[in-house]
């Protein structure tokens, strides 16, 4: 599966952005999100079952970001509100088989990423 990740930005502190990523090939993958600043490992923000029916969440973001899916369109969203400085990062889409192996690191395919800047 080939991933395209957009949406990234600049953005004030407590404003919103929505990430896209758009899927071509494997008509059925698990989607994750993981993100990367600068001198940090990437780490995993969101991810969505197949179905749409689980989602998962890192807890820095939880009741912040929204994951969500729309498979006529095979693209997966990441809705993020209330940002702060420290979700400033390099984002990135993942596909897999499970949302659970995304968040393990078992990803079959990475997008490139997006950058959102949050100012202060």
């Known amino acids: 599966v080939q991933l395209q990740a957009s949406g990234g930005g600049l953005v004030q502190a407590g404003g919103s952005l929505r990430l896209s990523c758009a899927a071509s090939?494997?008509?059925?993958?698990?989607i994750g999100w993981f993100r990367q600043a600068p001198g940090k490992e990437r780490e995993f923000v969101a991810g969505i079952s197949v179905t749409g029916s689980t989602t998962r969440y890192d807890d820095s973001v939880k009741g912040r970001f929204t994951i969500s899916r729309d498979n006529a369109k095979n693209t997966v969203y990441l809705q993020m509100n209330n940002l702060n400085d420290e979700d400033t990062a390099v984002y990135y889409c993942?596909?897999?088989?499970?949302?659970?192996?995304?968040?393990?690191?078992?990803?079959?395919?990475w997008g490139q990423g997006t950058q959102v800047t949050v100012s202060s």
């Open positions: 090939g494997r008509s059925s993958y698990a």
């Open positions: 993942a596909a897999g088989a499970r949302s659970d192996r995304i968040r393990a690191g078992h990803v079959d395919s």
